[in-house]
């Protein structure tokens, strides 16, 4: 027995769907060299009629990579205690929650497009979610290959990101972002875990990272961040804001994203080296339960503005 892979969308350059998956194919190391070079080729994988339990994903997750410890030390793990957890988080709905409104429709769990950790020097290799609680409306999560968005950019703009190193905080309060966010967003009820986020921001060091990229395969990524993000390396914080502004719109006119609408079935794997994704979210009143595993990596182009001295950014920081 094996797994069976097909093109996620048909219209799309990227992604695909496995299914098969159980643990018995896992075992296989032909299977898991199969969902690997999958995952290489193609970015996000959609596991479909997998088994939903903790212990299924952080297996599938270690056939990417091993497990790393969030970043953020107050996340929400899904069980602190046990070392086979280690980095699966909890994202939630409930009333610590941010509400946002968007085109006049108040949203929680919503985030911009972005790679995970922007506002570290590392960045994880992938991200595994699976829901624990769908909500009943809404609630989908969106990926956006970085490969497609280069490839079909104005070569203009593209010109003006290349060499470019992005400057991003880990203060990702909607109301501070700078650029990338919907014309029409307002914070009805910040984050209560966000209290004194601006004091840790202006502590720590700013991470770097740059806007395109060449993968070892020799595609050229385009991998700007939104959010946390304050402008570019040797550009004025007004330059920096005005260009990260016209790449956002250019990446929204020629985005050929995938919504992924949640199946109790389902595991979405990315790769966060290559993949923006973004939480669309859902009514206020509606309840969400997303456990994301964290998948140990480096692409080694990350840095830090100013090396840390005693602390890494995430040891005091409260999301």
Known sequence: MGITVRPLQDDLPFGARISGVNWETLADEAVRQQIRDTFEDRGVIVFEDVEQTGKMQVAISKVIGPMKDHPVKTVERVNREDDEMMGVISIRTGPNAQILEIDGRQLVTWQPWHFDHAYNNELNRAGL????????????TAFADGIQLYRDMDPAILEQL????????????????????????KVIRPSKAGDKIDEMAAIFPRSLHPAIFTRPQGDKVYHLCAYGARGFVGMSEEEGIALGQEACDEMERVVKPYFHKWKPTDMVLWDNWRVLHKACGCDPADDRIVHRTTIKGDYGLGGWETPPTHL???DAMTM
Request: hydrophobic fraction near 30%.
């Open 129 to 140: 979610l699976r829901s624990e609680k769908i909500a009943p409306k809404d609630g989908l």
């Open 162 to 185: 290349e060499g470019k190193i992005g400057i991003y905080t880990l203060d990702l309060r909607h109301s501070q972002q700078k650029y990338g966010l919907p014309k029409s967003l």
């Open 312 to 314: 890494e950014p995430a």
